[in-house]
């Protein structure tokens, strides 16, 4: 049986992790490449690296960051941040990376999407969505969350699965930071609109936070960062917890 | 032992021979069909579209080079599928050793399947090791479905091969070097072969 998915997100920056972690265990708190280690021993199903370096370096560090990761990791990862062009999906893939997840360069310029799955095939193709509810209706938003835009969550959503979109990970600005709990009614709505898989992010803070996704926004994924950098939450028992409740997940 | 991973520019091969390095075993990435042809162990990998696949193989002359190898070859994802008789993917003709075709999944769950899934029914010695119903990481929108060559299943709204055996070939539908230590323990199997 297909389980469900918990995926830890590491922010990276020049190369090393910058959201503040607090694993005891860690020889180095900034190495991304030993948390994610860790991660992935203690049972995470993917992970996600989000570059948000803006040095002009920062292209080549984050290869060799993501060469440097693939050799280690024996579990699957992706990176996102800053990618608008085919050639900077061709590095990272040919680096290692398993999938690329493009948000901003993909509202503006949509034939992007098209571009990739034509030269990648859409399993390597997610498609970030950050999205605020306006007026009872969800608009994306750029830059990270920043910018807002006119375009409707779910006419977007439809529009990238039609362009070959492989998963879409989809954030709720409302949400993310609260600790509150997942965007679950705007995630079933989504659910039930496209296709291809979805990966809810923004607002866990407990581990109820993560079943109530599966089960209400009926997510196949769910992202997080502090509650597991922050050992809030440990995957191990969460992962036991969800078991519990008759969630299937891999243990 | 020579381990070759089969390169005609299909995906991300690296992580194979990451993976295989991990395992102290350091395969090389060639297209040389003699480079190819002298292995002990070729692994036939594959990510992306199946009749662009096809034919990058073609252009080679490896659609003709692989169901001749004589040695253990693991095909993987795109991989094990082209080494069907045939793809729904792009009406694509496959290289016809294992006796399937490979279909498209229904839209009765979300396509593409992306996730851990267990496997079960082993009946090749590439599972020896691996408990029932441990977990595998996959991929894809096509499948293969059970044949006389299935050596593995997944359920996915129906039951399909997740792994494919015929004399010295082996495929799978997983990805063996995501797959963490289950995933490892296959591709080790492999290499003990």
Known sequence: MLTKRIIPCLDIKDGRTVKGVNFVDLRDAGDPIELATIYAKEGADELVFLDISATEERRKTLAELVKRIAEQLDIPFTVGGGISKVEDVTILLRNGADKVSVNSAAVKRPDLINELVAQFGSQCIVIAIDAKQVDDDWKVHLVGGKVPTEISLWDWAKEVEKRGAGEILFTSMDHDGTKNGFANEALAKLNELVNIPVIASGGAGTMDHFANTFLQGKSDAALAASVFHFKEIEIVELKQNLKEQGIPVRI | ?193
């Open chain 2, 1 to 193: 032992m020579k381990t070759t991973i089969i390169d005609y520019g299909a995906g991300n091969i690296q992580s194979i021979q990451f993976a295989l390095a991990r395992l102290g075993n350091e395969a090389r990435l060639s297209a040389d069909p003699d480079e190819i042809r002298s292995s002990d162990k070729v692994i036939f990998p594959g990510v992306g579209e199946a009749s662009s696949a096809m034919n990058k193989l073609r252009a080679t002359g490896l659609d003709q080079l692989i169901p001749a190898l004589n040695q253990p070859v693991l095909g993987i994802c795109l991989g094990m599928q082209l080494m069907c008789q045939s793809s729904e993917e792009g009406n694509t003709k496959g290289l016809g050793i294992f006796n399937t075709d490979v279909l498209r999944f229904s839209d009765e769950g979300k396509v593409p399947q992306v996730g851990w899934n267990t496997i079960e029914g082993f009946s090749s010695d590439l599972f020896a090791g691996i408990s029932e119903n441990e977990f595998m990481y996959s991929v894809h929108s096509f499948y293969a479905p059970i044949s006389e060559d299935t050596v593995a299943i997944s359920q996915y709204g129906i039951s399909y091969s997740v792994a494919l055996q015929k004399n010295n070939f082996y495929g799978v539908q997983f990805h063996p070097e995501k797959s963490s230590t289950a995933g490892s323990k296959l591709l080790q199997n492999f290499l003990e072969l």
